[in-house]
């Protein structure tokens, strides 16, 4: 083939070496050819990806496979003006994909099953979908705010009576109470974490929900379905915040960041609750390894940092994942000199360390977001992890990896980083994006695929942002045992 000027297509500065040898690589790489390695899989959408514009704006929460086979991405939208969507929130529409990767028609969410903020998205056992995020009361006053929707796009009525059901946990200060993730247990009861303000201004705890298929809180979780989770690290501000929750054997287990007010940094912060919520003593029964600084947050609950506590940094936490024995790993970025990376660490049962690594999502001097992290296979703990995000010097690329149990790169996954463990594509087909790109959270296909999505800044449009969703298979053809052994997660 012939290859254009890099820069052109790219649209990329000379800022190192490194961007011209990627773009040249890029432009010009063939296909993987090893058995085991991944690929956008061409039997899905347009060339293996799915791009939809609409609105103020338009951003994919999820992309996830549906009980009864194929996938459905979640996508949130603004359209001011535009009697579908009330203005200055955030509406759902839905885009489901068969098995085979064909699409279907695009299903519009009543208007009434709106949001001030959308966050997160889960699909349980019967193909329901469960939207979180957050309503404004008044003023600075906001409470969780959960929506299920049927697979025709209908509220689900058997759900608190509409569809929707509001939590408030109304624990002082501004009352702020936003949900930032959602996960379905094995009785389709739905966890539901985020921020909730206590008292004082500058303290914020974990706030967790748990709700009955009918939409009611479940009074068999500390005694009225809601409590809170408290790391308060700083003298003054105790800023705490989850972003992730994963329910397995009956266990929630959440990640998040705990603000150390006294250093000025963010922590990783990680807590394991019962099913009826109390903590999980087992997890850092008295204390975990590496973290001597904060060993007194046990009996449940722990905060770690990535690398070296010297200098003193910020971390956060996008993702996380359980195996079937209780072992799990976070994703999320760490700052390094001048750059971002996104980290990757792995903990066993009892929460005590085990491994870490950083990625730069397969580019030097890059910035990288973090979308997912996922077991290969959670039923064993040789697995495999593969991390998903966005990356670039413009973050104008999408990326997975595939490391080895050890938290080292797998070899020939790929085309490029460490050891080709990295796979990268755009959401355009060639390379027309902008950049600015940021991932959603992956998830696990049925049938050997890796489900993932995202935003991104088409250069032809005028409007802010169009989601994009797309599919990753093992070059020719989805085998199970190649990228993932399971489909759900929870």
Known sequence: MTCKPVFSILGLSKRSTGCLALAALLACAAQPVLADSV???PTFATAGRANYSFGDYFKTLVHVPRPGGGSIAVVHYRATGNPVCVD???????????????????????????FSKVRGAAIDSQGRVVVVGSIQISGGDYDFRIARILANGSADLSFSSDGLNNVAFDLGSNNRDEAN????????????????DRASTGDSDFGVARLLTNGTLDSSFDSDGKLQVAFDLG????????????VRNGKISIGGIAIDGDLGVSRIGLARLLENGGYDASFCATSCNYMSTYAAINNGRRVIFYGTDTPARSDSLEAMA????????????TPGSGETFGYVQKFD???????????????DASRVYIGGVHWSDVNSASSNVVLTGASGPNEEFFFAQRLTSDLNPSANWGFIGPSNSVYLWTAGNG???????????????PAGQLLVDGIYKPAALADPYSATVARLRTVNGPTTDAIFKSGFEN
């Not at 759902?92 to 028609?105: H, S």
């Not at 359980?322 to 994703?331: K, L, M, P, Q, R």
């Open 39 to 41: 690929e956008l899989d």
């Open 88 to 114: 200055g929130r955030d509406c759902i529409a839905l885009y489901p994909f068969t098995a085979a990767g064909a699409a279907l028609a695009p299903v519009t969410v009543p208007s009434n099953l709106n």
């Open 181 to 196: 993730a959602v996960a379905i247990d094995d009785q389709d009861r739905i966890v539901v974490v985020g921020q909730v």
């Open 235 to 246: 003298a003054t501000l105790r800023l705490d915040a989850p972003y992730a929750v994963i």
């Open 322 to 333: 359980v195996n079937s024995a209780g072992e799990f790993v976070t994703a999320g970025t």
């Open 349 to 363: 049962v009892n929460g005590n360390w085990l491994a870490e690594t950083t990625t730069q999502g397969g580019i």
């Open 431 to 445: 390379f027309g994006d902008i950049g600015d790109n940021r991932p959603a959270s992956s998830s696990l296909g």
